[in-house]
């Protein structure tokens, strides 16, 4: 919360921590000490443009808005003044703004602050992270726009928000997923670590291939990677004909046994070996001489 960030100086700050107090530092504690909170009315109040968050949980809303029927807002907002709108823009506590509208709240209490359009937005995407209830493609969009917006570096972005920078960046990545991915993301259909994962992949026909493998499958992050690694191993040409050389002998000798197309790929230490079949009477036959296979073995011991 602001009022505990700013006035609890013996709780250790984290790096997210610091970068709120460096925004916060010369306006917050300036004027909170001038005692520059305001009652507001709601109708004065509008949206900050640059929320990152764009879907709000309607229960949690209601709760609140229950509370704060019983017990009022403990906690002010935070505003700016808008000239271009002649109202006061929400920077942070549209939350507590939205429940105050459905409690039938009139007027709500708000510091002033004299901030421009950069510092608004660092400070709502800071807001939202602090509260961990961005989704992961609200979050990447809430960096981009920082860097996209106000000519700001990623390592920049990576310092204000207190995350390293490969974090930003692979964030930012996410979203050059296609916009169906996307949406499995947000609806939770796949992790942040499968969008990751798909993102090492080139076509955008293989990550939808394999998007739908996760969800029918039900496949682990780690179990995606491992399918994704055999995968491209496979449809690497520099590689397959390094391992087609190395394991050609093994390969001519399954050919004449089986009499059907082998692939041995990997390397001395791992691999696997692909074994075609044309529909299921084929695939029974190929089992029988697996199978006939294990026997000669046997007999040979």
Same mark, same amino acid.
């Given at each position: 919360m602001i009022t505990h960030i700013c006035t609890d100086k013996k709780k250790p700050k984290t790096g997210l921590g610091r970068g709120l107090d460096s &925004?916060?530092?010369?306006?917050? /504690?300036? $004027?909170?000490?001038? $005692?520059? /909170? &305001? $009652? &507001?009315? /709601?109708?004065? /109040?509008?949206? $900050?443009?640059?929320q990152p968050r764009k879907e709000i949980d309607n229960q949690s809303i209601l709760e609140l808005a229950s509370s704060i029927k019983n017990h009022g807002i403990i906690q002010p907002i935070v505003v700016r003044y808008s000239q271009e709108t002649q109202k006061y823009e929400l920077i942070v506590g549209e939350r507590r703004w939205r429940a105050a509208k459905i409690a039938a709240i009139n007027e709500i209490p708000a510091i002033l602050l004299k901030i421009d359009d950069q510092k608004s937005a660092e400070l709502a995407l800071i807001e939202n992270l602090q509260r961990e209830n961005l989704t992961i493609i609200e979050e990447a969009n809430g960096y981009k726009k920082l860097i996209e917006n106000y000519g700001l570096t990623q390592e920049e972005v990576a310092k204000i928000i207190g995350k390293s920078r490969p974090t930003i960046t692979n964030s930012i990545r996410i979203l050059e997923l296609p916009e169906n991915i996307l949406c499995m993301l947000n609806e939770n259909k796949i992790t942040a670590g499968h969008a990751r994962a798909l993102l090492c992949l080139k076509s955008q026909d293989d990550i939808q291939e394999f998007a739908r493998h996760v969800i029918l499958k039900e496949l682990s992050v780690r179990a995606l990677e491992q399918e994704i690694k055999r995968f491209t191993t496979e449809h690497n040409p520099q590689i397959r004909i390094k391992k087609n050389i190395f394991f050609s002998e093994f390969e001519s000798n399954l050919n004449f046994k089986l009499k059907r197309n082998i692939k041995i790929l990997g390397s001395e230490k791992q691999g696997f070996i692909k074994l075609e079949f044309n529909g299921f009477r084929d695939l029974d036959n190929l089992v029988k001489s697996l199978m006939n296979i294990k026997d000669d073995i046997s007999e040979n011991k």
């Open positions: &925004l916060f530092s010369e306006n917050f /504690i300036q $004027n909170t000490q001038k $005692n520059e /909170i &305001l $009652n &507001l009315k /709601i109708s004065e /109040i509008i949206p $900050n443009k640059s």
